[in-house]
Every structure is written in C-alpha cells, then in structure tokens.
C-alpha cells in the first residue's frame, strides 16, 4: 500500500526523502514522487511510474531539485491507473502540495463541488479533491494547520496526509484517520512516515499519531491536536530496531532472509514468557486473568496468512484448551449479522496491525457487543494493538517480503501460547502444558534443522517451473497449513495453486488432476495418516505428480510419479509449524526460477491499508 515519508530540517532533506522511499517499497507501489519547497519559495515535483530508482534518477539528474521541506510517496493503485498523473503529490494553484495513503470515499461529491468553484482536475484519484479542499479551507484559515483541521471534517474515509504550503514554508502539517502514520524525533530536524522502518537511519524516537490527530510539524516543535482541536501530548517511544534490522546483508531477497531468520523469531517470541514446563501468567500482562477467568469461546478474524494461522489455532483451542472456536476471514465477519457468545474473546491476528479489514472487524465486533479483545500482532505500536484490550506480540522482527512467513510461524507460537493460557483454566492436564512448552521450547533447532531441506527443495523446484497449476492436500491442522503453501506458491510464483482437505479431492477437485498438475501432500505421522495415505493413491490412481513432504516414518518411498521429501520426525504438537517451513522454500525456490519479483509480487502489497 501507499507510502509516505516527509521532513523538515535546517538543510536539504532530498536525500533523506528517497532513502526514505527506498524502504517504504517493500509496502508495495506503482508510482512515486516528492516536492519540495526550493530556495525561490516554489514547490518543485518530481514523479514517475515504476521504481524508486526511476524517481531518484530523475531527481539526481535535475540540480534544482533541493529543499529543506518536502514531502514524498509511493502510490499503490486504487482509483486511477499508475500513471506519472495520478502519482502523487497532487497540488493545488502552485500552492499547497499534498501525500495521502487511505482512500477517500465521499471524493465523488467534493469533486463535483470543487469543479462548480473552478478548481481543475489533472488526476483520476480520489486523493486530488484533498488538495483543493485544503487550498479552499485555507483562504479562510488562520493558517495552513487550521486549514488542514478543517479540510480533514469534511473527508469521509481513510487517511494519513502531509501537506506543505509554500505561503508556509517552515511548516509540514500532518493528519490520521485510519491508515498509519510516525513522527520521527531529531535533532534540528523531524520527519514523518507510514512507519518506522523508513525513519530508522535518522532516529529511534517515534511519535504514533492517533486516529483523528492533525499535527505541525517544524524543524525544531511538534504541535498535535486531536479530533476535537484540543492540544495533546502523545507519548515518545524508543524503538528496539536499528537501521540493521530492515537491510537485505547477504541474501538476495528478504523472503529468503526471513525464512532463515525463523530460528531466531521463534526463541524471541518465547523469550521471557516461559519458566521450567509452564507458561508465565504474566505473559498477557496483568489485566489478563480476570479475563481469561471468564472467557467460554474464541472468535478468531484476520486475513490471508494470518486467517491460516487462525485455522491451524482453532485445532489446538479446541483440543488442548476445550473452548470452542471459530475463524473468519475479516473482510468476511465484518459485513454479516451474528448471534454474539457471551465471554468470548476476539483474537485479532495480524503481522502489520494496520490491515484495514482487520482493523474493522475487531471494531465492529466491539460495536455489537463483544467483550474482549486480544491482538497478535508483530508491530507493538500498530492501529490493532491500541484498539484491543490484550496484546500478545510475535517477536518476529520487521518483516519486509510481500510473503509472510516469520510472521506465520511466530503468529503460531504466539496462539500456542494463548493455547495454554486458556487450557490452565480448562481440560489441560499439568503434562499436556509440560509436552507442550517442552515441544515449544525445541522449535529453533527444529526449525533450523527443516531448513536443511532447502539444497534438497531447489532440485524439486524445476519440476514446477513450467507448471500452471498445482494442488495442496493436508488435514487436519495440515489442511492450514497445506493452504498457507498454495498461497505462498500463487503469490510470488503466479502458478495458480489451490489447498484442499484431502478428503475433499473426490468430491470434485480429483477432476483435475493429470501430469501437468502436480500435488503436493503434506504427510506427518499422525492418526490422519492412513486416510491421507488412501487420498494420495486416489491422485496417483490418475497419473497425477505427487511430491509428499513426509515423516520417514510414514513410509512413503519414491517411484515413479511419487517424491518423497523427508522431514524430521516431530512431535505432533509443532508438526504445523515445521511442515510450513519446507513449503515456503518450496515457494521461494520456484519464483526464483522464473525470475519473478519474490519481494515485490505484482498487484500486492504488504500492508493492506484499504478495503
Ligand atoms: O499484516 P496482516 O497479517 O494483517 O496481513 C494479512 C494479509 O494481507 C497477509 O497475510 C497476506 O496474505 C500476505 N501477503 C501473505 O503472504
């Protein structure tokens, strides 16, 4: 989704803007640009489609291009196509220049409005009736933050905004509702930006807008109101993460960095919450007892990778803990009626914590009488951990590939976790939590040992290339898991792939199969496995191509049409996490043949701040 970063400061901040850029892409985007205020007091823009190095390149190659205000954007594509006219910023009568990621819904009737007055319209965007708005309001307004305040009363929608004004030109005002948006703190200097990773060279000390906070913002003072005018002072926080945390070092895709980095997120998720065989009751911090004391259900929301992580804990909520469960993709939950539990909680799972379906979900399962609330979630200081009553954080480190994957397999320890918090107040036996923080405890090696597979996974890799389509089978919480492998495959290899319940393949998707399809089993030792065994034979009863990631005690063995990909044997407790790890090789091994764009698939983003 959209990017922004902006700054004043004593001198040029150009530079600052386009690294800035640079480590906002990873977001996704089609187009970008920046203005700045030069030494004459005129905006000058710069945009272009494609890369940031498109824009920088052009940027160098004009020397006027210099000031020590700007503002700068990556745009994602929602109402009009990627083009340098729609690239923002947009702005109004050589005036005001604006950046806006959201989307703004009621667009169509301030375009009307501000056409009968005599603005001109060079975009297809939404965000340009922003611009005009503000230079309307500000002919009225005391100044450039009071027009800004105005303008963001009149906007229905999405937003964050930062705005420049060269009648102002010391002057950055900002404005949040919705989509995400930082002040970083320096000496003689600030900045503002969609989130922290694109501010890490210049400083540690953030400022987390809340929603319907307008804030000016000069090289030395940060004023913030919020959404009644009223003056407030928002905390200062200090980030963990370094600069280090969000390079690339030696791997050539931060997919594949991330993959290998899951060792590490599993011990950092863990670290400090567990003591001997049992979980610490201070893990969810202390208002968590009373209500875990009460709860009797789980509501799970979230999307995509995350919903699969519901799925796999919806199995383990109802097995190890006793407390029934249900998952729905969010986008999905928020636009039906429901019959509400009493005392369920709603976990809200999400890697970024600023997906908007997510986001309203857990509001409007607020609205209709939901009682509690906890958020998973990898970015502490996200919409979705201030909107929820509970946080438990997945220690994953920044995640900047398009494809989660860190964030999965932390998301899974995280629920584990929620697993026996319940549990201890449930059916869970003192050896069950015992097996299961034991079995917790043994991922990082785990973990590291699956990763081996991956000399192994790059061979089978070319026999997909080629391909156009391939199935997933699992069951049971493998089914999750199997379906977390078809999305990884789809979305950075672009071979259309799908995850069934094995059990499933008769009722209609057997169909398919023949030698150009290939399914992929995921097959551990379990008491699904004799049934998952007879399924595959269904498969190869027709020809198709099976590659069976397997327990060698499975007793799967290779011939003619059937691979069999060992995994060491594990407990069946973290099976999930560590059945999940060859499949995202498995993903990243096949885009990297056909030369996709693994960080940066096209049409995606990784932060999906829109509906
Ligand atoms: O930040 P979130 O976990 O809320 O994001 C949810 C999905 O957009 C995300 O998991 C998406 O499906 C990933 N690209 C999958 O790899």
Same mark, same amino acid.
């Given at each position: 989704?959209?990017?922004?970063?902006?700054?004043?400061?004593?001198?040029?901040?150009?530079?600052?803007?386009?690294?800035?850029?640079?480590?906002?892409?990873?977001?996704?985007?089609?187009?970008?640009?920046?203005?700045?205020?030069?030494?004459?007091?005129?905006?000058?823009?710069?945009?272009?489609?494609?890369?940031?190095?498109?824009?920088?390149?052009?940027?160098?190659?004009?020397?006027?291009?210099?000031?020590?205000?700007?503002?700068?954007?990556?745009?994602?594509?929602?109402?009009?196509?990627?083009?340098?006219?729609?690239?923002?910023?947009?702005?109004?009568?050589?005036?005001?220049?604006?950046?806006?990621?959201?989307?703004?819904?009621?667009?169509?009737?301030?375009?009307?409005?501000?056409?009968?007055?005599?603005?001109?319209?060079?975009?297809?965007?939404?965000?340009?009736?922003?611009?005009?708005?503000?230079?309307?309001?500000?002919?009225?307004?005391?100044?450039?933050?009071?027009?800004?305040?105005?303008?963001?009363?009149?906007?229905?929608?999405?937003?964050?905004?930062?705005?420049?004004?060269?009648?102002?030109?010391?002057?950055?005002?900002?404005?949040?509702?919705?989509?995400?948006?930082?002040?970083?703190?320096?000496?003689?200097?600030?900045?503002?930006?969609?989130?922290?990773?694109?501010?890490?060279?210049?400083?540690?000390?953030?400022?987390?807008?809340?929603?319907?906070?307008?804030?000016?913002?000069?090289?030395?003072?940060?004023?913030?109101?919020?959404?009644?005018?009223?003056?407030?002072?928002?905390?200062?926080?200090?980030?963990?993460?370094?600069?280090?945390?969000?390079?690339?070092?030696?791997?050539?895709?931060?997919?594949?960095?991330?993959?290998?980095?899951?060792?590490?997120?599993?011990?950092?998720?863990?670290?400090?919450?567990?003591?001997?065989?049992? *979980?610490? !009751?201070?893990?969810?911090?202390?208002? &968590?007892?009373?209500?875990?004391? /009460?709860? +009797?259900?789980? @509501?799970?929301?979230?999307?995509?990778?995350?919903?699969?992580?519901?799925?796999?804990?919806?199995?383990?909520?109802?097995?190890?803990?006793?407390?029934?469960?249900?998952?729905?993709?969010?986008?999905?939950?928020?636009?039906?009626?429901?019959?509400?539990?009493?005392?369920?909680?709603?976990?809200?799972?999400?890697?970024?914590?600023?997906?908007?379906?997510?986001?309203?979900?857990?509001?409007?399962?607020?609205?209709?009488?939901?009682?509690?609330?906890?958020?998973?979630?990898?970015?502490?200081?996200?919409?979705?951990?201030?909107?929820?009553?509970?946080?438990?954080?997945?220690?994953?480190?920044?995640?900047?590939?398009?494809?989660?994957?860190?964030?999965?397999?932390?998301? *899974?320890? !995280?629920?584990?976790?929620?697993?026996? &918090?319940?549990?201890?107040?449930? /059916?869970? +036996?003192?050896? @069950?939590?015992?097996?299961?923080?034991?079995?917790?405890?043994?991922?990082?090696?785990?973990?590291?040992?699956?990763?081996?597979?991956?000399?192994?996974?790059?061979?089978?890799?070319?026999?997909?290339?080629?391909?156009?389509?391939?199935?997933?089978?699992?069951?049971?919480?493998?089914?999750?898991?199997?379906?977390?492998?078809?999305?990884?495959?789809?979305?950075?290899?672009?071979?259309?792939?799908?995850?069934?319940?094995?059990?499933?393949?008769?009722?209609?998707?057997?169909?398919?199969?023949?030698?150009?399809?290939?399914?992929?089993?995921?097959?551990?030792?379990?008491?699904?496995?004799?049934?998952?065994?007879?399924?595959?034979?269904?498969?190869?009863?027709?020809?198709?191509?099976?590659?069976?990631?397997?327990?060698?005690?499975?007793?799967?063995?290779?011939?003619?049409?059937?691979?069999?990909?060992?995994?060491?044997?594990?407990?069946?407790?973290?099976?999930?996490?560590?059945?999940?790890?060859?499949?995202?090789?498995?993903?990243?091994?096949?885009?990297?043949?056909?030369?996709?764009?693994?960080?940066?698939?096209?049409?995606?983003?990784?932060?999906?701040?829109?509906?």
């Amino acid at each position: 989704m959209c990017g922004i970063i902006a700054g004043v400061s004593g001198h040029d901040v150009t530079g600052t803007l386009l690294e800035g850029l640079k480590r906002l892409e990873y977001r996704g985007y089609d187009s970008a640009g920046l203005a700045l205020i030069d030494e004459q007091g005129e905006i000058l823009r710069k945009r272009s489609t494609g890369r940031v190095k498109a824009l920088q390149d052009e940027v160098t190659s004009d020397v006027r291009v210099r000031g020590n205000i700007g503002i700068a954007h990556t745009r994602w594509a929602t109402h009009g196509k990627p083009t340098k006219q729609n690239a923002h910023p947009h702005i109004c009568n050589e005036t005001v220049a604006l950046v806006h990621n959201g989307i703004i819904e009621n667009h169509e009737a301030l375009r009307a409005s501000q056409e009968k007055m005599g603005y001109r319209f060079t975009s297809n965007t939404d965000t340009e009736v922003i611009v005009h708005q503000v230079h309307s309001n500000l002919e009225h307004s005391a100044d450039l933050f009071s027009a800004l305040q105005q303008t963001i009363k009149e906007l229905e929608g999405a937003y964050s905004l930062a705005v420049i004004s060269n009648l102002e030109p010391d002057c950055l005002v900002v404005a949040r509702q919705g989509s995400p948006l930082v002040i970083g703190l320096c000496e003689g200097e600030n900045f503002i930006a969609s989130d922290v990773a694109a501010l890490l060279t210049k400083t540690r000390e953030f400022i987390f807008l809340e929603d319907g906070d307008v804030a000016c913002i000069t090289a030395d003072n940060v004023r913030i109101v919020d959404t009644n005018g009223k003056q407030v002072d928002r905390q200062v926080h200090h980030s963990r993460l370094n600069s280090d945390s969000v390079e690339l070092g030696e791997y050539r895709h931060y997919m594949l960095k991330e993959i290998y980095e899951q060792p590490t997120a599993a011990a950092d998720t863990l670290e400090g919450r567990l003591s001997g065989n049992r *979980l610490l !009751a201070a893990t969810f911090g202390h208002e &968590a007892d009373e209500i875990f004391d /009460s709860i +009797t259900s789980v @509501q799970i929301i979230a999307c995509g990778t995350s919903y699969h992580a519901g799925l796999v804990a919806r199995h383990w909520l109802e097995e190890f803990a006793g407390v029934a469960t249900s998952v729905e993709v969010a986008s999905e939950f928020r636009y039906r009626s429901h019959v509400v539990p009493e005392n369920c909680l709603v976990i809200s799972i999400s890697q970024s914590g600023e997906t908007a379906d997510t986001l309203a979900a857990l509001k409007y399962a607020k609205e209709i009488g939901f009682q509690h609330s906890l958020c998973i979630c990898n970015v502490a200081e996200s919409s979705l951990t201030r909107e929820s009553d509970m946080v438990l954080l997945t220690h994953a480190g920044p995640e900047i590939g398009v494809a989660s994957t860190k964030a999965f397999t932390t998301q *899974l320890i !995280a629920l584990m976790q929620v697993v026996i &918090a319940l549990g201890q107040r449930n /059916s869970m +036996t003192h050896e @069950q939590e015992e097996r299961i923080v034991r079995e917790l405890r043994s991922l990082p090696v785990k973990i590291a040992e699956a990763l081996e597979l991956d000399t192994e996974i790059t061979v089978i890799a070319e026999k997909f290339a080629h391909k156009k389509h391939a199935l997933f089978l699992g069951r049971g919480t493998h089914f999750p898991i199997a379906m977390e492998g078809a999305l990884k495959l789809k979305e950075i290899s672009y071979i259309h792939a799908e995850a069934y319940p094995a059990g499933e393949l008769k009722h209609g998707p057997l169909a398919l199969i023949d030698n150009e399809v290939p399914v992929i089993a995921v097959a551990p030792n379990n008491e699904l496995l004799q049934k998952l065994k007879s399924n595959i034979q269904e498969v190869r009863a027709r020809g198709g191509e099976l590659i069976v990631f397997a327990d060698p005690a499975t007793g799967f063995k290779e011939k003619d049409g059937l691979t069999v990909i060992e995994v060491a044997p594990v407990d069946d407790i973290i099976a999930p996490i560590i059945f999940t790890i060859p499949l995202q090789l498995l993903a990243y091994r096949v885009a990297l043949i056909k030369g996709t764009d693994v960080d940066k698939p096209r049409n995606l983003a990784k932060s999906v701040t829109v509906e």
